[in-house]
Structures are given as structure tokens and as C-alpha cells.
């Protein structure tokens, strides 16, 4: 058997479950295995998870995947979701919970931030927005809101889950570049960022390269059924490697996700965000970059209109949303229905329905709600390509593409066409390829958009690419007004 046989297994510390994909060499999928588990949001912006829990179904998700493939496992590689964040003691056991990306009581914190002149500087050392899913405004938090809490160290979810795994408290540039607390451009800790953290270094994880791997502790082999020793690779965030997994990997090319949010990520070689600070920027791997944003609207906006109206089937709404013309028959909306983040980063915001009239009814509601999802990716692209990046092609995914409307209305606001991959299993699949490289069996990163073929493509349809383009300035001017009046 050679290094290029068997699998490597993708594990993805999710928001709502972890899931562990089996892939070979060539990206093909062999096994699959999730297990899910609860986030607690019973107080007003709480959202935390009980870390041995989430290590439990790592376990045991790893454990069936092995099973479940005949494939020798070559390697494990770890993703997760970003902006994470737990209290450990001495003995590397948590004493808090993990507050996860949607944990928003630092909401104060992070506005005071941005108020600072500093806040420029440091989103554009960091390449992290200031906001509350933000770890350093979770410090922060912890500081003023609960001072007797006194952790020894300070990691992430993904960071405790290989601990568990290899014995060493590291995390790797990757996923420290959505921290606020790592300069990308040193790949160091970030001192200023530490100083209004009330930090130091040594209570944090050590860096790693994400292709870096430790060794299997013989007690997890034992539990998984995995040899002691096998390679561990660092791995990386969710967001970076979804873009591995759809084969978006060259610089210019864009992965576009789309589920119940959204988000936007463009290749470069270079870290940096723009200079009005719309765009994250965040590492893969070897000197690849993403920078795009996340929107927190995308298939919930039709969701939502579906469960307002009582319409079981949302297909069948979104199909009454294709018949009304371009601008929803004079119906404009801005869809934040769970506040924003790219490009405003503004917890606040609320949604808002202009033109209203009697004869407006659920079809233009829909077709409103979805062009504003379609504008607000669009926006993204823009504060995207004023940093001289180019964006194009852009390969999509994500269940909302099921329905045509999405991949059109996306597609047109975006004037490019998209390249739409099968709903893959993402960020695991492209935590395989990561490991795969690990190996040194993928030749480069860039090898990886070789293996992944679109399933379908949309091309914008002009004239409904120029409506976009003219109602676009619209959707800014109207936001600032509305954030006046919320203030």
C-alpha cells in the first residue's frame, strides 16, 4: 500500500453537528458520519455548547466513518466553525463553555470598539471584522462581565478537540486569523490585540502551520479503532476550506455558499481586507488567502416568507417569485432579518419592506426578500473587487440552489456565471484535500480545482444583470438612512 491509497478523514466541528467525511485522493467520497448535538440559546445572546459533548460526537462520528470504510486512513484533518471560544485550566479541562460564532453578548464591547479610531488598524491587522462573533470582543466580554472567571489557557473548539486528539494546545493560521488576535501578515500573535484582551501569549494556543500534523494519542486510536501515531493534521476554518472543497482555489476564483446564510470567498496570495474594512480575510493554507464576507440572510428569507404566508412548499413559492418582474413590482427589501455582517458588520440592523401597497402579495414578498440576498452578496463582491482582486469564475453551492430562482437572481446581481457544484460535504471534503496535501500526495493546493466539476451552469441573463446594477447604490443609501433612525 502506498501513501496515495485509502482516505483521509475530513472532521468538521459544526455549529450544530460534527461530521466526518471519508475522501480518497481524487476528492471522491467513500463514507460519511454526523452527530449532532445541542447549542444553548435559552438568554438573550447566548449561543454555547457544552465542549465534552461536541468532543464526544467527534469520537464517535470518527469512529463510524472509520468503520464504515474499507479504505486504510491515511490521516485525520480538523475544521470547524470559527470564532469560537473556551476558558481552559491548568489541566486543559474547560471551565466555560464553548461560545459559539453566534454568540452576541459581546455586543457592546464590539460597538465600542468600532467607535475607537484603532478599530481600523486592527481589523486590518487581524484580517478579522470588529464585531461580537469575534473572540477578542468575547475577551473583552469576559473581562468586564465576568471578572472572576480565570482561565489558564484560552482556545478555541476546534483547538480542545485536538488537544483531546494529540496532546498539544496549538491552533494553526487558519483558524487564528478569525480570532482578531493573530496579525496575518506576521503570523504571530497580535500584541495590540492582546493588550485590550488583557492577554498574554502564553495563554493561548501555539501556531501552527494548517499542513503541519502531530501524531494520534495512543488512547484515541484505542477508542476509534485508528493506529497510534497516525497523523493529525492541524487543518483549518470552515469558511477557508469550503473553498478547497468546491475546487475555488486559484487566485480569483470565488466559492459562494448559500444556506440559511451566505457567504463570499475570493483566492488570493496575498492577506489583506479592503480599506473601508467590508471584507474578513482569512488563511487556507501554504500562502493562500480568502477575502470575502459572510451575510447572515440567504435561504432564510424564503423560508421565512414561506412560513408567514403558511405555504408548506417553498419551491412553489419561489416558483410564484420567478413570474413577477425584475424590482418586485416596485417591492424593495433589505432582508436582514437576523441583523447583517458583510459588508456593514452590524449586529443591529433590521429588515425593511419600501414600496409597499395593497396589491403587493406573497409572490412580489418573496421575490423582494430573495433580490435583496442577491444585492447583498453582490455588495460583498464589490468591496471584493476594490481591493484590485479579481472575481471570476465563482463556483456556488448550498441547498437554496435547488431552486432555479437563487442560482439566477444570484447569478445576474453577480454578472458572472455560476458554476454550481454538487451539495458536497464542504468544508470536510476540503479538509480531506487539506490532509491530502499534508501527505504531500495533492501536488498543491491549486491541484484541487482539477477534481471538483460543476454539476450545472447559470449565466446571467443582461437585462437582468442591469437591473441589479442600477438598483444596487439604492440598497446602501437605504441602510445608512434606516441605521440613522435605529439610532
Keep these: ?14 455549529t450544530t453537528a460534527t461530521k466526518v467525511v471519508a475522501a480518497d485522493r481524487r476528492g471522491r467520497v467513500a463514507a460519511l458520519a454526523e452527530r449532532g448535538y445541542p447549542m444553548r440559546t435559552d438568554q438573550p445572546g447566548l449561543a454555547v455548547h457544552d465542549p465534552d459533548r461536541v468532543l464526544q460526537a467527534a469520537l464517535d462520528a470518527v469512529r463510524e466513518c472509520a468503520q464504515t470504510c474499507a479504505a486504510p486512513v491515511q490521516a485525520l ?8 471560544l473556551i476558558g481552559l485550566d491548568a489541566g486543559y479541562r474547560p471551565i466555560t463553555p464553548s461560545l459559539s460564532w453566534a454568540d452576541n453578548r459581546a455586543i457592546d464591547q464590539a460597538a465600542r470598539l468600532r467607535r475607537d479610531p484603532a478599530a481600523t488598524e486592527l481589523h486590518r491587522a487581524t484580517g478579522t471584522p470588529v464585531h461580537p462573533f469575534a473572540p477578542l470582543a468575547k475577551l ?5 462581565q465576568d471578572p472572576d472567571t480565570q482561565p489558564a489557557f484560552w482556545c478555541s473548539l476546534k483547538d480542545f478537540v485536538l488537544h483531546h486528539f494529540t496532546g498539544r494546545l496549538a491552533t494553526e493560521h487558519s483558524y487564528a486569523s478569525g480570532s482578531g488576535l493573530m496579525n496575518i501578515h506576521r503570523l504571530a500573535w497580535h500584541q495590540p490585540s492582546l493588550d485590550l484582551a488583557g492577554i498574554t501569549a502564553d495563554r493561548l494556543p501555539e501556531l501552527l502551520a494548517p499542513t503541519d500534523t502531530l501524531p494520534l494519542r495512543a488512547q484515541i486510536a484505542e477508542a476509534t479503532g485508528l493506529p497510534p501515531g497516525l497523523p493529525v493534521v492541524a487543518g483549518g476554518g470552515d469558511g477557508p476550506l469550503a473553498n478547497l472543497g468546491v475546487g475555488a482555489v486559484r487566485p480569483g476564483m470565488a466559492a459562494l455558499s448559500l444556506g440559511t446564510s451566505g457567504a463570499l470567498r475570493v483566492v488570493r496570495t496575498e492577506p489583506g481586507v479592503d480599506e473601508r474594512g467590508r471584507t474578513f480575510c482569512y488563511g487556507i493554507a501554504e500562502g493562500y488567502w480568502v477575502l470575502g464576507g459572510a ?3 440567504g435561504g432564510v428569507v424564503s423560508q421565512w416568507a414561506a412560513d408567514l404566508v403558511g405555504e408548506e412548499d417553498m419551491g412553489d413559492l419561489l416558483a410564484e417569485a420567478a413570474t413577477v418582474p425584475p424590482g418586485a413590482n416596485g417591492l424593495f427589501a433589505l432582508p436582514y432579518l437576523l441583523g447583517e455582517r458583510a459588508p456593514w458588520w452590524d449586529p443591529d440592523p433590521r429588515g425593511l419592506l419600501l414600496g409597499l401597497r395593497r ?6 414578498l418573496t421575490r423582494a426578500l430573495v433580490e435583496g440576498v442577491a444585492q447583498q452578496l453582490a455588495l460583498v463582491r464589490d468591496a471584493v473587487r476594490d481591493t484590485g482582486a479579481a472575481v471570476n469564475p465563482v463556483r456556488a453551492t448550498g441547498g437554496a440552489f435547488r431552486s432555479p430562482l437563487w442560482g439566477q437572481l444570484i447569478a445576474a446581481a453577480l454578472d458572472t456565471d455560476l458554476e454550481i457544484t454538487e451539495d458536497s460535504e464542504g468544508s ?3 479538509a480531506c484535500l487539506l490532509g491530502w496535501r499534508a501527505l504531500d500526495v495533492l501536488p498543491s493546493l491549486e491541484a484541487a480545482a482539477e477534481l471538483i466539476t460543476p454539476s450545472e451552469t447559470v449565466h446571467p441573463d443582461p437585462e437582468l444583470a442591469e437591473h441589479f446594477a442600477t438598483a444596487r447604490p439604492r440598497v446602501e443609501r437605504t441602510y445608512l438612512a434606516l441605521r440613522e433612525l435605529m439610532s
Design 359 to 364: 396589491d403587493h402579495g406573497r409572490a412580489e
Design 140 to 144: 473583552i466580554w469576559f473581562a468586564e
Design 77 to 84: 484533518v480538523f475544521t470547524g466553525a470559527m470564532h469560537t
Design 428 to 430: 470536510g471534503l476540503g
Design 1 to 14: 500500500m502506498t501513501m496515495g491509497d485509502g482516505v483521509v478523514l475530513g472532521i468538521d466541528l459544526g
Design 295 to 297: 451575510v447572515s440572510n
